[in-house]
């Protein structure tokens, strides 16, 4: 977990960064600094930081992903297989001997797939449940309501995006010990629902969700903590604030 606890706050950035650059270029554009979002830009701000995520996220992904399906045992003993990777720097460095700079990208796409859409939902659920708790009003949001509509957006992106982080782990182990399974992006997904039918795709979403709610309660909570602090003119927030009272 060393190399992607050193991106988290790179792509965490990235994210959000392009969410709120891009719905200030969507309401520049219509002629409306002052209003508020609309559901449609919170959508596609979403899905832009989603996607833009991925150049910096996908090389650290990949040695997550593989150091952590590596199962072979660290103890020396005859005729037991060695682990292939010793640690995060060496299976970055093994990745690019072995597989050229493209090998740190493999699974982008499946990781495009996924983080768009999957934020697209993380802000536009976030931005829906504020807007609902607040009862439509731009009054601020108690810090335990933030924390809840964090969470319930966390769930939703992570259920949206279940499917796609599945293929993309495939296709991210896939030929890590020599023999090549699938033959390209298409084919793992034709190839997953055949061998282990459609509710593979969902396999994971109980753990997924289960980690989503508490972490993106504190990741909102942080999130408007330090744009009401960093704001000097707080009335320009687009998101709700938190009320600390």
């Known amino acids: 977990m060393s190399l992607p606890l050193t991106t988290v706050s790179l792509t965490s950035s990235v994210v959000f960064g392009t969410y709120r650059n891009c719905l200030q270029c969507m309401k520049q554009a219509r002629g409306a600094d002052r209003s508020p979002s609309t559901k449609l830009e919170v959508f596609l701000a979403g899905l832009a930081g989603g996607v833009a995520q991925t150049s910096v996220m996908s090389p650290g992904d990949i040695v997550k992903v593989r150091l952590q399906c590596q199962t072979e045992s660290m103890r020396e003993g005859a005729g037991k297989l060695r682990p292939k990777y010793h640690g995060p720097v060496h299976c970055l460095l093994s990745i690019v001997k072995e597989e050229g700079f493209r090998g740190l990208y493999r699974g982008a796409l499946p990781l495009m797939l996924r983080d768009g859409p999957s934020y ?24 335990s ?96 604030h938190i009320g600390l009272e």
């Open 120 to 143: 697209a939902t993380y802000f536009l659920t976030y931005a829906t449940v504020s807007e609902w708790m607040s009862g439509g009003s731009n009054e601020k949001l108690h810090w």
């Open 145 to 240: 309501g933030v924390m809840l509509a964090g969470g319930v957006a966390g769930i939703a992106g992570w259920t949206v995006g279940t499917p796609m982080d599945v293929i993309k782990a495939r296709l991210q182990m896939d030929g890590a010990r020599g023999l090549k399974r699938y033959r390209g992006f298409f084919h793992c997904i034709v190839e997953t629902a055949r061998a282990d039918g459609a509710a593979v795709f969902f396999r994971s979403l109980g753990i997924n969700c289960l980690r989503a709610f508490p972490v993106n309660m504190v990741v909102f909570f942080t999130y408007e903590v330090l744009t009401a602090f960093l704001q000097t003119a707080p009335d320009r927030v687009d998101s709700p």
